[in-house]
């Protein structure tokens, strides 16, 4: 895809003082090093339920800026307000939250509890801050099988895990939200499949158990760490059977962010955006591509269907390209090599 990011280029914004809750996670850390490398400041909110400190760290090796990183709990309301009480932050990207799909169908009230308390935390010491500008990162997963791709932001929402519910609520709870106080701005980010590494290999995806999304999966197979890819399903009406997904690099869905920040700055409101490449691959796809980038072979074994699982889903980008100017630049083969990268480079991932 060609690349267009007239935010960046621009300057369009003035520096910011940003709190990422979430902000030492997957994606939370790779938006830091967009965030620091465009000249704002960075406070990180992260009770590393989910992340390592070590992130961070990295992040500031690539960078060679500071981060200030608070070990807090979202829910603490004390503390979350003393956060924003001392930092006169102007923008907070909201990335705190638990992500398994199959965990929250066995703990819903956990998954419940923690995403939609911590948010709720989160507003009400923003609020009592006049602090109102906020990024939420929310899913694909809302709209729940799509009856028809590529996926408009206007597509019905119908998701079926307490996951996707929570997302689905906390846009809800952020839109009534605004509605009571259009001086509110707020950014719904729906992201496709988040994928791929920080170029270089300092930082990616680290799950702390099996991984159970796809990516990580291949990658450690491909480092040795895992036998061999379970494909789930290859009976789907899609091509070649296979799932398929739209599997966004993070770095690009990184950059979305600053597009969002800089578009709440310049043109206020509540507004969602999908995050995807409006692209979509094949499990089968995904596998080639990543043997040719790590010239390591993936073996793997096609088994059934998993519970839950869509046949095809992808964005149309098309309105965050018209307001944000973003776009995604990065291919499957940047994606592959950079989650190789990484993943060969920390096999123990942050350990
Ligand atoms: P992640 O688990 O790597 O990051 C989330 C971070 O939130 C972790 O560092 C975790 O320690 C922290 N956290 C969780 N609950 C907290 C709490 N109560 N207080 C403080 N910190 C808390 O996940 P990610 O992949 O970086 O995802 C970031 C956000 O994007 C999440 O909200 C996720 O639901 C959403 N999202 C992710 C994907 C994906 O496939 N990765 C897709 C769509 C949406
Ligand atoms: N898959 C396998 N084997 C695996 C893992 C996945 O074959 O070991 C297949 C799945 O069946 C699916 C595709 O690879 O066809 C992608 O699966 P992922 O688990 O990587 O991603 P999902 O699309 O199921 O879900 C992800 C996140 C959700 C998020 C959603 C949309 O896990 O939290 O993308 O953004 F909501």
Not at 117 to 133: I, R, S
Not at 203 to 217: F, H, K, Q, R
Request: glycine share 10%; with cysteine; aromatic share 8%.
């Amino acid at each position: 895809m060609e690349v267009q990011h007239k935010g960046h280029d621009g300057g369009q914004t003035e520096t910011m003082n940003i709190l990422l809750t979430g902000g030492a996670g997957y994606i939370g850390s790779h938006t830091c090093v967009i965030l620091l490398e465009h000249g704002h400041h960075v406070i990180v909110l992260d009770n590393l339920c989910n992340s390592k400190a070590a992130s961070l760290k990295r992040v500031q090796k690539i960078t060679g800026k500071n981060i200030l990183f608070y070990q807090k709990d979202l829910r603490n309301k004390s503390e979350v307000n003393e956060i924003l009480k001392n930092h006169s932050i102007d923008a907070v990207i909201h990335f705190a939250g638990l992500k398994s799909v199959a965990e929250s169908v066995d703990q819903p009230l956990r998954y419940y509890q923690n995403n939609i308390d911590g948010t709720l935390v989160l507003c009400e010491a923003m609020q009592a801050n006049g602090v109102k500008n906020m990024v939420f990162s929310s899913s694909a997963t809302v709209y729940g099988n799509p009856s028809t791709v590529p996926i408009k932001e206007n597509a019905p929402v119908g998701p079926f895990n307490p996951y996707g519910r929570s997302k689905l609520f906390i846009e809800e709870i952020l839109t009534d939200l605004y509605l009571s106080d259009k001086s509110w701005n707020i950014a719904l980010l729906r992201y496709f499949n988040p994928v791929g590494a920080h170029p270089g290999g300092l930082i990616g995806e680290d799950p702390s158990d099996l991984p159970n999304n796809l990516m990580p999966y291949i990658s450690q197979v491909a480092v040795g760490k895992l036998p061999q890819l379970q494909i789930y399903g290859d009976d789907y009406e899609t091509p070649d059977g296979t799932g398929v997904r739209d599997y966004i690099h993070v770095m690009d869905l990184a950059e979305g962010h600053l597009n969002a920040l800089e578009k709440l700055a310049s043109d206020p409101g509540l507004v969602t955006y999908n995050l995807g490449t409006g692209k979509g691959y094949s499990v089968l796809e995904m596998v080639t591509a990543f043997e040719k980038a790590s010239g390591k072979q993936i073996p793997y074994k096609i088994v059934g269907r998993r519970p839950g699982d869509i046949p095809t889903c992808y964005a149309d980008p098309s309105f965050a390209e018209k307001e944000l100017g973003w776009m995604a630049r990065r291919g499957i083969d940047e994606v592959c090599a950079d989650a190789w990268q990484w993943q060969y480079m920390n096999p123990k991932g942050y350990v």
